[in-house]
């Protein structure tokens, strides 16, 4: 322990020893209202004679960071409204602030082209976070998705599981099942490899339960194998997923908004920013969100508030801070499951949709319910050193905890039974991280650097334990059996699956002799460069390299006070990529190499340690930015290949040898477009082809669980009137395609699917500016469908929401 404080020490000590020598560019804020004093939303600003600019989000607000000292001229400008321009000086280190008020144009009637970058409500050209500095989506030779607020509004969209369907390739394989030591939030698949959600703004916050949209600005998925920048514990080797976050601004607003609609579902949420000083040197914002839902079946639901303050403090022209939290409360039944206790041949059926079940049936009572809480805590520290030089100091904390019975169901044998089972779950996990990035710009000859060095130390902590029962039904003697019921028809005994019966057979059941406990800490200190080099205007490459120390201290054991199994790895991540721009600033060809791996501990027969699992990419792709920012998309073909899995060896099935491997590739296109004024389209299709080529003879050359559809589609199709007396009137249709998906696949199984979907949905609204009206039909054609993930879990059917919202 005395090591690691010390290495924290050391890691602090530097980062301040940096503060004498920072500084940075400009930048520029402001505020754009119409001539009746309401914000004018989705105007786009300009800065003329740079890549730079930025669209006004709903509260009339707008910001252009990092901008290079000089004179220029800013323009807001949008169809239907005129178009106002300024002279701004920008310096360095300094915030110039620059209003506008934009008067209703006389030629309204004819398309005006405003500007070099025309409006794209669903689209967005950079990330502050997908390469850890601030690049244009032409310019990061990784390709990533999108989703913002404009398109979420649009779509009625009120959380991360929503909000990727619009993600060609993401595929939720499992809700969120609130419960502390187990993923974070709900389970996907990207690129044919399971994963979480544990980013915000580019550093860890956990979350268990579903994740909220209520202060989301933004969701980013970032593919391919990410862990040169990210590391291993938050990245899968499909990739990763970023939770953007709203920022406070300098003046007062905010909304207030109430939804309902079917299966009881309420939502009030509130947004309210403000300055706390005359200065505007600190600013606050809180979101919060309350939301109550019930099941379309016969029990089951869902209640959980939501609060998410953030503030920033201008200490000084070069010392600024950014704190934020997030702070979940929430109660609620399982999402329902089934897992397999049987084979393909012993149910006599392949697919979710023959399977015996009663779709409006829970199985279950509404108090076997768990209680789950997170509490996340973020600081950023921005210092300036020099012209060129920026530093951030992030430190992040989450704390997770969830308590109550957790009810999860097996298919037999028949296809006309199944067992009830419940386990209870008790604990806590928390994780701790700190990093150091700083972002620097220079030339060496004709070549011109923007170079990233970071350091990073994250810690995590689980101590979980589920507390299990023998129970004896239908013949059987297993930990967490409850009962054994039939599946349609009466049910006699439906009913008795409710908490006292189940405290009852705690009580006077025998415990589980083996009970499932996490109880273990993580230790993970990293260093780490990225430099992105302008060869010319045009080409641009990219080298990164990440060298990790892994310490895992292992399982701890309460009636010995002492951990068994711990060991340590020291692993190199390198990253490289090149961007060129036949057409600069619209077309980019972009490759990539990139890696991951997953931390591994054992030996082979002959006693040889394993080493990490490791995976790498090669991707290559167009990306678009065209037809004056009227059209914009990447299309990628991947190929990933995983070396070193641990599987059984086929001369000593007592042993385990590391030479297994697995493919995955495929082809992604994701396009956002804007062909007429307040038309809006994003749309997207992917296939992937994924194989395990040297493994257990059992999955052999067959696809794997995780890895979801093969084929994928998303589109949705948006159109707002943008003038005349309806000016505000908007229609919204769009849907999902998802291919079958193999839950089982294995030769002593046999293979059960989920089959394929095509869900439809619609939305109308009426945005006056103040005030907000919308309607939603999800599901619009009541599809019975399913995802699961070695389980099948069936889906919510139609349903309808009303929204209505005040802005002021």
Do not use: C
Not at 198 to 215: E, H, K, M
Not at 446 to 464: A, C, E, F, K, T
């Amino acid at each position: 322990m005395n090591r690691r404080l010390l290495r924290l020490l050391v890691f602090l000590l530097t980062s301040f020893v940096t503060y004498n020598s920072y500084a940075q560019n400009g930048a520029i804020t402001g505020r754009v209202l119409t001539a009746d004093g309401k914000a004018a939303a989705y105007v786009n600003i300009t800065l003329n004679g740079s890549s730079k600019g930025a669209t006004v989000n709903s509260f009339g607000q707008y910001t252009i960071k990092n901008v290079v000292p000089g004179s220029y001229q800013l323009s807001a400008s949008y169809v239907g409204l005129a178009t106002e321009s300024r002279t701004v000086e920008v310096r360095k280190g300094e915030t110039v602030t620059v209003d506008f008020t934009l008067k209703e144009s006389s030629n309204q009637l004819n398309e005006v082209v405003v500007s070099s970058r025309r409006i794209n409500r669903f689209g967005s050209i950079k990330s502050d976070d997908a390469a850890k500095l601030s690049l244009g989506s032409l310019e990061n030779s990784q390709s990533y998705s999108t989703v913002n607020s404009a398109l979420m509004a649009d779509q009625g969209v009120y959380n991360l599981d929503d909000a990727l369907k619009n993600v060609p390739g993401a595929n939720k394989i499992w809700a969120a099942t609130d419960r502390a030591g187990f993923g974070n939030g709900a389970s996907f698949v990207i690129r044919g490899f399971q994963l979480n959600t544990y980013l915000r703004n580019g550093i860890p916050a956990n979350v268990s339960t579903t994740i909220d949209n209520a202060n989301i600005e933004s969701f980013e998925v970032i593919k391919g194998p990410s862990a040169t920048l990210f590391g291993s514990a938050v990245t899968s080797y499909g990739g990763l997923i970023n939770r953007v976050t709203k920022k406070p601004f300098d003046h007062f607003g905010g909304e207030i908004a109430y939804t309902g609609g079917s299966y009881g579902f309420n939502r009030l949420t509130a947004d309210i920013n403000t300055p706390f000083d005359s200065a505007k040197n600190v600013l606050f914002r809180v979101n919060t969100a309350l939301n109550t839902s019930k099941s379309w079946q016969d029990a089951g639901f869902h209640r959980d508030i939501f609060v998410a303050p953030s503030l920033y403090y201008k200490a000084s022209d070069r010392l600024s801070f950014n704190l934020d939290a997030e702070i979940y409360e929430s109660i609620g039944t399982t999402p329902q499951m089934f897992f397999f206790n049987t084979t393909e041949a012993g149910l006599g059926v392949s697919s979710a949709d023959k399977l015996n079940l009663d779709y409006s049936r829970s199985y279950l009572s509404n108090d076997l319910s768990m209680t789950s809480s997170n509490l996340n805590f973020s600081g950023q520290m921005n210092y300036k050193i020099s012209d060129n030089w920026t530093s951030r100091t992030n430190i992040s904390v989450s704390n997770t905890n969830s308590y109550g019975p957790m009810p999860y169901f097996y298919l037999l044998n028949g296809n006309n039974t199944i067992q009830r089972n419940v386990w209870e779950i008790n604990g806590a996990d928390q994780t701790f991280d700190v990093q150091e990035n700083i972002v620097g710009k220079f030339t060496t000859g004709p070549l011109s650097h923007r170079l990233l060095l970071g350091i990073d130390y994250y810690n995590y902590n689980v101590n979980v334990r589920y507390n299990e029962f023998m129970g004896i039904a239908g013949g059987d003697t297993a930990a967490d059996l409850f009962d054994v019921i039939n599946t349609t028809g009466k049910i006699a005994n439906y009913y008795n699956f409710n908490k006292k019966k189940v405290d009852s057979a705690y009580a006077n059941g025998t415990p589980d002799p083996n009970p499932y406990v996490l109880n273990y800490k993580q230790y993970i200190s990293s260093a780490y460069a990225s430099d992105v080099i302008n060869i010319t205007d045009n080409l641009i490459a990219n080298a990164a390299l990440r060298v990790d120390h892994f310490d895992y201290t292992g399982s701890y054991d309460p009636t010995a006070g002492t951990y068994s199994g711990g060991y340590n790895q020291t692993h190199l991540a390198p990253k490289f990529g090149l961007v060129y721009q036949p057409v600069k600033d619209r077309i980019a060809l972009f490759g990539n190499y990139q890696t991951g791996f997953t931390n591994e501990t054992g030996a082979d027969a002959k006693g040889n340690s394993f080493k990490p699992e490791q995976s790498y990419q090669w991707e290559g792709g167009v990306k678009l930015n065209a037809f004056k920012g009227r059209l914009s998309g990447t299309i990628s073909y991947y190929d990933i290949h995983v070396k070193d899995i641990i599987r059984t060896d086929p001369n000593n099935n007592l042993f385990s040898i590391q030479n297994g491997t697995e493919y995955s590739k495929g082809v992604e296109v994701d396009l956002v477009a804007n062909p007429i004024d307040g038309l809006n389209i994003t749309a997207g299709y992917a296939h992937n082809k994924a194989l395990y080529t040297n493994a257990d003879p059992s999955v052999d050359g067959l696809r794997p669980n995780a890895s979801g559809p093969a084929d994928m589609a998303n589109f949705w199709v948006s159109y707002r009137f943008v003038r005349g007396a309806v000016k505000g009137l908007g229609f919204g249709f769009g849907g999902n395609y998802a291919g079958k998906a193999f839950v089982e696949n294995a030769t002593w199984f046999g293979q059960f699917t989920v089959p394929e979907y095509t869900l439809l949905n619609a939305s109308v609204y009426y945005d006056a500016g103040k005030f907000r009206l919308s309607a939603n039909v999800n599901n619009l054609t009541n599809k019975k469908y399913w995802i699961g993930w070695y389980t099948v879990n069936p889906q919510q059917p139609l349903a309808v929401n009303g929204s209505i919202a005040f802005r002021f």
